[in-house]
């Protein structure tokens, strides 16, 4: 990569090493597949996510293999604008990789993570090192950075859904928050109410100073002794606006064994969007602001604003992992990135944008297979399903007016004629593909269970984590669909016709919804699902139009342990009456 931002290519080794290095590579991955598979038949063992899924990581293509020694040399930081915006398709990643490493990606990148095998002793015993399961992942402390109204707390809510997606353990933990709460307690308890007004935050008061260095201080604590007791990653919302306090961060951090750390900083200077953000904190009900007009409020919040820009320090530190983010995506600047982890976390906050949009979710209509209470399959639309067909465009017309539209479909035959009337542009993803039933594909729920009864008992004891024979489970279909996420996030308006299983996983993306309930969403034919993004979760409606269709949801189980409600998601979308 040219310029001042690039880094030293690395030495290629010669190809005899190469085709000797990618035999070793491709027996260690047979190796794991069929130890894998072995686990993954055993009875009460549930499957294990490594790489695409275990056994869904079906071939390695050796023309895709990259091979490169490691480097010493740190990692410059690279700047990249644009990320985020309509049009743009170029993203950049720093990595630092291990000395005497050889990583490569498998041919669907899309679905694989990065694998690095290594010959640890020099002596030709390779071994696959997973850097990307959380169960492997190194522990990480990720501090924001960054003036109040800035979008810390939009980019920490993000990417904790993110991150819990890809089944980390994820917490935030907010020092506003954390202050607004002992407050409170103080005034109950005591009787002593606190006055967290503008010059509360004034760096000339010293006693408030302590105080919300007692409060930073008393935050991160909580947040190491989170992740020791098995936490993954913790978001440490807060200002961290000074290179004294990041510098107190990374001392502590480095104090405990085995955890990394990464600054986000977010920066902003689009009068709209600090505007905007203004104006949320002030009507949020802040009890800060509690017996304030709204225009009081809004001139107290700007005079703490400056406050901390009397004090502000951007981050400069060369020796930091960070980044940089401006206007939520606009421009992205990352400095030593390196592992899994954060390079995932970049990644995907280049793609976040504050485009107003929406994502619209329709199952295909209704398929001759759904009328024969089969699944799967790649069968045609019903008689019904073509009059769906038919009448989706006028819908999608007159809610979408003359804004810009694009249409995501999979590659299977149903939802390829659900969208054919539409006249917008149209994009086929395979990983869009209705779930893999395997052995199952094409049979009726009864006939599985005269089949299959042990199957059909597990599937329903544990619908989530249940794969089908020679198939896949609802997580495999999680880590399937996350190129989708990714690309849904930095798009604008987008229409996905797709599955039953498939629109449940995107569903519940946007929703933050448990995976246990994943699979009991409702989804139903015929339907338009309306997700209209905002700061802090979702808007929905939905369109029901008025054509005949069967309905394929199939309820928990008796005995099942309820759903968990989750605030702004209505509850009958679970329709999770237990079966009598």
């Known amino acids: 990569m040219p310029g001042s931002g690039s880094t030293t290519p ?79 398709s170029v993203h ?84 506003g928050q954390l202050r607004r709460t002992r407050a409170k307690q103080r005034a109950q308890q005591l009787g002593i109410k606190e006055d967290h007004t503008a010059s509360w935050f004034s760096h000339d008061n010293k006693e408030a100073n302590q105080s919300r260095e007692q409060l930073a201080a008393d935050s991160l604590e909580m947040l190491i002794q989170w992740l020791k007791e098995g936490g993954n990653v913790g978001i440490h919302d807060a200002t961290n606006s000074t290179r004294e306090r990041r510098a107190s961060i990374e001392a502590r951090v ?21 505007a905007a953000n203004v104006a949320l904190k002030v009507s949020s009900g802040d009890p800060d602001y509690k017996d304030m007009s709204p225009e009081d409020a809004k001139r107290d919040f700007i005079r703490r604003i400056e406050a901390y ?21 606009s421009q992205v600047t990352v400095s030593r990135i390196h592992g899994y982890l954060q390079s995932r976390i970049a990644f995907y906050l280049m793609n976040l944008h504050l485009k107003p949009r929406s994502i619209y979710l329709s199952r295909h ?25 038919d009448a989706l465009p006028e819908l999608i017309k007159n809610n979408i007016g003359d804004a810009p539209l694009t249409v995501w479909t999979s590659t299977l035959r149903r939802t390829i004629q659900t969208a054919a009337k539409l006249a917008y542009p149209k994009l086929t993803w395979k ?48 880590v399937r669909l996350e190129p989708v996420i990714m690309e849904l ?25 448990p995976q246990a309930d994943l ?26 139009l008025p054509i005949g269709a069967v309905d394929t949801h199939r309820p928990k189980p008796k005995g099942a342990a309820p759903t968990t409600p989750t605030m702004g998601t209505a509850r009958q979308y679970y329709a999770d009456a237990v079966e009598k």
């Open 92 to 175: 950049a990643t720093a990595l630092e990789e291990d000395a005497d490493c050889t990583s490569f990606e498998p041919l669907n990148s899309g679905q694989a993570r990065l694998l690095r095998v290594q010959d640890r002793a020099g002596d030709g015993e390779w071994a696959l090192v997973c850097s990307c399961a959380p169960c492997c992942a190194q522990p990480a402390y990720c501090g924001q950075v960054g003036l109040p109204a800035r979008g810390k707390s939009y980019l920490s809510n993000k990417l904790m859904i993110y991150l819990k997606w890809l089944e980390y353990d994820v917490k935030v933990f907010n020092v």
């Open 431 to 478: 990983s869009l593909d209705e779930l893999d039933a395997g052995v199952c594909d094409g049979m009726t729920y009864e006939e599985i269970e005269r089949a299959y009864p042990d199957d059909f008992a597990n599937r329903d004891e544990d619908k989530f984590n249940y794969r089908y024979r020679g198939g896949e489970s609802y997580r495999d279909v999680v």
């Open 489 to 513: 996030e930095r798009q604008e308006n987008v229409l996905v016709i797709g599955h039953q299983a498939i629109l449940r996983c995107l569903y519940a993306y946007f929703h933050n919804l």
């Open 519 to 544: 699979p009991y969403i409702k989804i139903p034919l015929h339907t338009v699902i309306k997700l209209t993004p905002k700061a802090y979760g979702c808007d929905e409606e939905r369109y029901a």
């Open 254 to 274: 480095a104090r405990e064994k085995g955890l990394s750390l990464i600054f986000l900083e977010s920066l902003c200077d689009d009068p709209a969007v600090i």
């Open 365 to 389: 209509g209704e398929s001759q297979f759904n009328v024969e209470g089969k699944i799967g399959g790649d069968s045609l639309l019903s008689p019904r399903g073509m009059q769906y067909a």
């Open 10 to 88: 690395h030495e290629s080794p010669s190809g005899e090493k190469v085709s000797q290095d990618l035999t070793l590579v491709a027996g260690a991955l047979r190796d794991m597949q069929d130890r894998e598979t072995e686990a993954f038949s055993s009875p009460g063992i549930p499957p294990v996510a490594f790489g695409a899924g275990g056994p869904m990581l079906k071939q390695f293509d050796e023309s895709t293999v990259v091979s490169r020694k490691g480097s010493q040399a740190p990692t410059p930081p690279l700047s990249v604008k644009g990320i985020g915006n309509k049009g743009e």
């Open 309 to 329: 820009e009397k004090v502000y320090e951007t981050i400069t530190e060369p020796h930091l992992s960070y980044l940089q983010i401006v206007n939520v995506g």
